[in-house]
């Protein structure tokens, strides 16, 4: 089976362009979170997705939005791109929307560069 | 504010002995710990949890110790291998949170 897959792999911008991300979780889990993780940190949450809702939100300004599609696959919107954006875009699945006993499956991640 | 640390970025060990990570946290409400293990150009992989019900979850050549009282967290890998050669993180959630709060990582070098 295929494991979480993101798209692209690699993209460069300049301030001010707007960007999306793409993500597949693994056939048959429900639940999408998206993490940032900037050069010599851990991730840090900005979006949790579950049955195409959104279900939890991290300390992300409202230039970061997101979506869940019927097929599970998420979406991440960044608009008005800042230096700082800079980072690692994580997208990880699970089966269901909670994070106990079944952990998260990360995919390898959007390196976005801002130039 | 950090509220999960991992105080070593670093940390060699002869292959063969044991691998001792630790983690420190401040939030007591947290309920459920996680190891992840991050090789370079790749997406973390969870290795084991912990719930805060219990001291002691094995899995394998890795062992994750809690000790809710000085609220430190420990990930043991014995025998250590080459392979688990990469970057640990330690993450936490609060009951009934959708995220993960994670440390900055222990990168571990395993020396053959």
């Known amino acids: 089976d295929a494991g979480v897959t993101q798209s692209p792999t690699h993209l460069i911008k300049t301030r001010g362009q707007q960007v999306t991300l793409r993500c597949s979780p693994i056939s048959g889990h429900k639940s999408v979170s998206w993490y940032q993780q900037v050069l010599g940190q851990g991730p840090q949450f900005i979006f949790q997705y579950y049955e195409k809702e959104e279900r939890g939100r991290g300390n992300f300004p409202d230039r970061f939005s997101a979506r869940q599609f019927p097929n599970y696959s998420s979406e991440l919107n960044v608009n008005a791109l800042l230096l700082g954006d800079s980072a690692l875009y994580l997208c990880a699945s699970s089966p269901g929307g909670g994070l106990r006993n079944q952990p998260q499956h990360f995919g390898d991640g959007t390196r976005l560069s801002i130039l | ?112």
């Open chain 2, 1 to 112: 504010d950090q509220q999960v640390k991992q105080n070593s970025p670093s940390l060699s060990v002869q292959e063969g002995r044991i691998s001792i990570l630790n983690c420190d946290y401040t939030n007591s409400m947290f309920d459920y710990f996680l190891w992840y293990k991050k090789y370079p150009a790749e997406g973390p992989t969870f290795l084991i949890s912990i719930s805060s019900i219990k001291d002691k979850n094995e899995d394998g050549r890795f062992t994750v110790f809690l000790n809710k009282s000085a609220k430190h967290l420990s990930l043991h890998i014995v025998p250590s291998q080459p392979g688990d050669s990469a970057v640990y993180f330690c993450a936490a959630t609060l009951p009934g949170s959708r995220k993960l709060i994670w440390g900055l990582g222990t990168s571990l070098a395993v020396n053959p």
